[in-house]
């Protein structure tokens, strides 16, 4: 078991070391500190992920998941106040959420944020709008079959497990490197699951880096290469998945399962 405090005893990071050095990993999260307010939630998280990697990234309900999704997207809140955060090179904590976006950050937030009035094809073509461009209306149709069916329907209008294609897919319309999604699984039912489960395993393989935030701990563990887990919005886990599917004592006292 790689229990974070194992690999990193209290003290012995490297205050001075410097994040250009570790270019190697594509996304680099460093000592990352983040508030609402006064409200200190994300309290010094690190971790890294290579290209092309899935990494699920759990915790119980409250353990800063969510917001520390949203301050690797650089919203304004909670508000970063110390850390770095590198995506293939780029200081993302050095930018605003519009920047960290066109650096290749593509949040897909719980809600789905689905544009009322608007065709499936009309969400995907507003993606489109800002360059750079990512994948073709087409490209993301051939991955996800439903919404070329359903291209002239209201998304508002599509079923739970469509709206979240839909919301995968304009991000993949958007030239992004790596994938942040909140809770996609939420409120599907298993078979939708396993469905978008295998889709984004094809968007791993055509070479998307994914970060996957799930209350559905082992769907995203079979998914996911490796796992990192937040309780009180500090990592107490970084290791493989299969480490945390296969050690009940941790998902008991971590995840609750
Ligand atoms: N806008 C906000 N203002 C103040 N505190 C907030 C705000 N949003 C979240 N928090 C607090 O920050 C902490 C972490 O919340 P966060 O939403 O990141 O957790 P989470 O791990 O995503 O939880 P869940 O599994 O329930 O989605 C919680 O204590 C929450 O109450
Ligand atoms: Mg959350």
């Keep these: 078991m790689t229990h974070v405090e194992e690999l990193r005893p209290e003290g012995s990071f490297d205050k001075h070391r410097n994040m250009a050095s570790t270019h190697s990993k594509f996304l680099s999260v460093w000592n990352v500190e ?112 439903r919404l070329g069916e359903r291209r002239k329907q209201e998304g508002v209008t599509l079923s739970g497990g469509e709206q979240q294609m839909l919301s995968i897919a304009r991000a993949l319309c958007r030239d992004i490197k ?29 070479g998307i880096t994914t970060v996957i935030v799930e209350q559905n701990a082992v769907a995203a563990l079979k998914l996911a290469d490796r796992a990192v887990i937040l309780d009180i919005g500090k990592v107490v886990f970084d290791g493989s998945a299969r480490e945390v599917l296969e050690d009940d004592a941790l998902r008991s006292q971590y995840l609750a399962i």
Excluded at 57 to 79: C, E, F, M, Y
Excluded at 83 to 104: C, F, K, N, T, Y
């Design 178 to 206: 790596v994938l942040l999604l909140d809770e996609p699984y939420e409120g599907l039912a298993p078979v939708i699951v396993q469905e978008i489960a295998k889709t984004l395993q094809i968007i791993r393989d055509q």
């Design 34 to 145: 983040a508030y609402y307010g006064e409200s200190y939630i994300v309290q010094g998280v690190s971790f890294d992920i290579h290209e092309g990697e899935i990494l699920a990234l759990l915790g119980r309900n409250g353990a800063g998941k969510t917001s520390t999704l949203r301050t690797i997207a650089r919203l304004d809140s909670p508000a970063l106040k110390h850390g770095e955060i590198w995506l293939d090179h780029q200081p993302l904590h050095e930018m605003r959420a519009h920047q960290a976006s066109a650096a290749g950050i593509g949040l897909v937030p719980e809600d789905r944020r689905i544009i009322p009035g608007l065709t499936v094809e009309e969400n995907l073509q507003l993606a489109q709008i800002a360059p750079p461009k990512g994948w073709s209306i087409d490209r993301v149709y051939d991955l996800f079959p």
